[in-house]
């Protein structure tokens, strides 16, 4: 069973902020949330991690809910160098990464 | 950094002959991660290394498939012989530790059995 629920595809205007959700309702209490993405014809990238607080970097903001069911993602000014396949990724230190079929998020001029 | 680094980017071959796709980590990373990627069956992880040793193979799909990290700096996933249901992209990934850290991914070897 996927741990992870996320839309199969999103559009976001270009400038504009792009909120990508994801749903982790079994998650339990040792099980970060990760983001990747993965460009056309690109290896994935590693965008940001989170456990329960909200993480911030250069990249990307991580937003996850008080109960840790569900996550957003939100890239604040989309490019169209954003248009990519999201991957939300639930797991432990010890776990592997398993990747699901993700958003593909079209960033729209 | 350089990032991951693998080799070769494209690879032709036709089935039966031995391929052999290689990877340099991330300096200073000491778990070393094997991805194949296909539309049918997304991006799966086929083998993992910590310290060059082999952690778990359970990933790899069947014997003619083996992979060898001879140093902390080099890594080579060897098929033969080669099929046409291999053709896929192969991604190699390094880690700090095999504690959950990141996964940095090299650009992938799009290989092509004929």
């Known amino acids: 069973d996927a741990k992870t629920t996320q839309p199969t595809s999103m559009d976001c205007a270009e400038g504009r902020a792009a909120n990508l959700p994801c749903n982790h309702s079994t998650i339990s209490g040792n099980e970060y949330v990760y983001w990747y993405r993965q460009i056309h014809s690109q290896g994935p990238q590693y965008i940001i991690h989170?456990?329960?607080n909200n993480e911030t970097n250069e990249m990307a903001s991580l937003i996850i809910t008080e109960d840790r069911k569900s996550s957003t993602l939100i890239l604040p000014h989309a490019t169209l160098r954003d248009t990519a396949v999201y991957y939300c990724i639930v797991k432990d230190y010890g776990q592997n990464f398993v990747f699901g079929p993700g958003t593909r998020l079209s960033v729209l001029p | 950094d350089a990032g991951v680094i693998q080799s070769p980017r494209h690879e032709v071959t036709e089935m039966g002959q031995e391929v052999t796709l290689r990877c340099k980590p991330i300096?200073?990373?000491?778990?070393l991660f094997w991805y194949r990627q296909t539309m049918m069956r997304g991006l799966e992880l086929l083998i993992y290394?910590?310290?060059?040793?082999?952690?778990?193979d359970s990933g790899m799909p069947e014997d003619r498939f083996s992979a060898k990290m001879p140093n902390a700096s080099f890594s080579t996933l060897k098929i033969q012989p080669s099929e046409p249901r291999d053709s896929a992209v192969y991604f190699c990934?390094?880690?700090?530790?095999?504690?959950?850290?990141?996964?940095?991914f090299g650009p992938g070897t799009r290989l092509t059995v004929l």
């Open positions: 990934a390094s880690s700090l530790g095999l504690a959950g850290g990141p996964h940095y």
């Open positions: 989170g456990l329960k």
């Open positions: 290394f910590n310290n060059n040793v082999p952690i778990d």
């Open positions: 300096s200073g990373h000491n778990s």
